[in-house]
């Protein structure tokens, strides 16, 4: 170890050897300053995380008793609410179970994260008010429905009590139902006849159906053609007729056009669907609707049939429909 010489050099003059002393007992006195800041700081540190390490597990203790007591109380609570109803005392099982698991996170909660844990013993109390109140209004529900079964069991008591006396009385009034509805049923047969019949009366027939094969030029002209190669699409036109019994108004009519095999054209994306038949009551499909305005006489009534793809050459069948009735019917023929 070296030892610091604080003796005067011999040439050295008294005052400044003297000089020369205060300044190193000046540069111990600082040392031992700083030293001893540095130790007083390292225990005042030392002193406060303990401190908080004790505040901490003081709050841990505080939590946990809260916790439980909290908890038990919650049971306490649950339990007092049990009966002798099974779905009752099914939600109140469910709701221990809840709790439980409640209970275990927020203990684990509270060794890492106690800001954390008190938020959530917070809520764990909100979350009772809710079963509680849930568990009342299920109560309350049972009470009402115990009453409602009392009701109905006095009731039945007294039905009982009459239904010997109303025995008579109800074969009669059976035997009288049973003649009304046999009248009715006929009166409603009767009605769906005349109301058929009406309906009948009252289909717009059509006259002078024809069919025209079109080819679209280049310039967007059509022009009529009869192979069934060139024709890209079908005119359909038709009279309608007087008919006096129809009201005027908006009439649908429902073109059925029919392939050499016997198959309807049909394509959904252009109108194409399935009506019923008012006389047969089957299912038709047909090709193409069309709406016009019929004031009780004879109009010109055209619609077109452009499927896209290449028409078969051979005898074709076209049959219109109104209301649910075949209206008028032909043949027309591709090449």
């Known amino acids: 170890m070296t030892t610091t010489n604080v003796n005067p050099s011999p040439n050295a003059t008294p005052n400044q050897a003297r000089q020369r002393l205060i300044a190193i007992a000046a540069v111990i006195v600082a040392a031992l300053l700083i030293v001893n800041g540095i130790l007083l700081y390292s225990w005042l540190s030392q002193k406060k995380v303990a401190a908080q390490t004790t505040a901490d597990l003081e709050e841990s203790e505080r939590l946990r008793e809260e916790l439980d007591l909290q908890y038990n109380g919650a049971l306490a609570d649950l339990e007092d609410m049990r009966g002798k109803n099974d779905e009752l005392n099914a939600l109140i099982d469910s709701k221990e179970a809840e709790l439980k698991d409640a209970r275990d996170k927020i203990d684990r909660m509270i060794k890492n994260d106690l800001p954390r844990a008190k938020s959530e013993i917070k809520t764990l109390k909100t979350q009772l008010e809710g079963y509680v109140a849930e568990i009342n209004d299920l109560k309350a529900q049972n009470a009402q429905l115990a009453e409602s079964n009392t009701a109905l069991q006095e009731e039945k008591s007294l039905l009982t009590s009459d239904l010997e006396q109303s025995k008579m009385t109800n074969e009669e009034l059976a035997a009288n139902k049973a003649a009304l509805v046999s009248e009715k049923e006929e009166l409603s047969a009767r009605n769906q006849d005349l109301s058929k019949t009406v309906n009948f009366a009252s289909v717009v027939k059509v006259e002078d159906l024809e069919v025209t094969g079109l080819a679209?030029?280049?310039?967007?002209?059509?022009?009529?053609?009869?192979?069934?190669?060139?024709?890209?699409?079908?005119?359909?036109?038709?009279?309608?007729?007087?008919?006096?019994?129809?009201?005027?108004?908006?009439?649908?009519?429902?073109?059925?056009?029919?392939?050499?095999?016997?198959?309807?054209?049909?394509?959904?994306?252009?109108?194409?669907?399935?009506?019923?038949?008012?006389?047969?009551?089957?299912?038709?499909?047909?090709?193409?609707?069309?709406?016009?305005?019929?004031?009780?006489?004879?109009?010109?009534?055209?619609?077109?049939?452009?499927?896209?793809?290449?028409?078969?050459?051979?005898?074709?069948?076209?049959?219109?429909?109104?209301?649910?009735?075949?209206?008028?019917?032909?043949?027309?023929?591709?090449?």
């Not at 499909?285 to 078969?312: I, K």
């Open 216 to 335: 679209t030029r280049d310039s967007g002209k059509a022009v009529k053609k009869s192979a069934a190669k060139n024709v890209d699409q079908l005119e359909i036109c038709f009279n309608t007729t007087a008919n006096e019994v129809a009201r005027p108004g908006s009439e649908n009519f429902y073109i059925r056009l029919i392939s050499p095999t016997g198959e309807t054209l049909a394509i959904e994306e252009l109108g194409s669907g399935i009506m019923t038949s008012s006389k047969t009551n089957e299912k038709i499909r047909y090709t193409q609707m069309t709406t016009a305005d019929y004031s009780n006489d004879a109009s010109r009534v055209c619609a077109s049939w452009t499927p896209g793809q290449q028409f078969q050459e051979g005898t074709y069948q076209v049959e219109v429909y109104n209301k649910g009735f075949l209206a008028g019917t032909s043949t027309f023929k591709l090449r």
